[in-house]
């Protein structure tokens, strides 16, 4: 993991925003250089379209460390999500996995991360969601690590409970597989 002043910041804060100058201006502002973007700010199934927004925050000055929350499915059109990030320059996806696809995409993930050289962090969605409990977590980093990891968002890891979902103890338990945070 790296030290907290190599993150970016979430492109989803700025959801209200839709101009990507404009959310790179607020980046700046914020006193980051860096961002993860989300599907709100780009369209990750149209790589040559995404090369125009990676000029935008590239001009602005501001780095694109990661693409995401994306949902990946096993299907072929799942490529493009890494294609994305190659383009940006970005060494992480931050992900989620279905109940009903998750055995066929986990192992086609891994391969496109090794194809890639972009690690793959599992983001903590809370409770409701697959992947969001701590031991679906670490069978899914099983199926995938170590490509696969984790994406600890702090807030949903307490969404779960003060038991299970202590983000603090995560960081331990975790410790090695955690390729992202989302700090709130």
């Not at 602005?60 to 490529?79: C, K, L, P």
């Not at 493009?80 to 320059?89: H, K, L, N, P, T």
């Not at 984790?150 to 202590?166: S, V």
């Amino acid at each position: 993991m790296s030290a907290a002043l190599d993150y970016g910041v979430q492109s989803y804060c700025f959801r209200h925003f839709t101009d990507n100058a404009d959310v790179a201006q607020k980046v700046l502002e914020i006193g980051v250089k860096s961002i993860e973007v989300c599907a709100v700010h780009a369209d990750f199934n149209d790589p040559e379209g995404w090369k125009d927004i990676v000029k935008i925050y590239g001009d602005a000055g501001v780095g694109i460390v990661s693409i995401g929350v994306q949902t990946f499915s096993g299907q072929n059109s799942d490529r493009d999500f890494f294609e994305c990030a190659a383009i940006a320059g970005a060494k992480h996806i931050s992900c989620h996995f279905q109940i009903e696809t998750y055995m066929q995409a986990i192992p086609q993930v891994r391969a496109w991360s090794r194809e890639f050289g972009i690690k793959i962090g599992i983001h903590s969605h809370g409770g409701y969601h697959f992947g969001g409990q701590p031991n679906v977590i670490k069978h899914l980093i099983g199926l995938g690590g170590p490509e696969i990891g984790l994406c600890i968002d702090t807030a949903w890891a307490m969404q779960i409970g003060p038991r299970q979902g202590n983000p603090v103890q995560w960081a331990k338990d975790f410790a090695g597989q955690i390729y992202s945070v989302h700090y709130k």
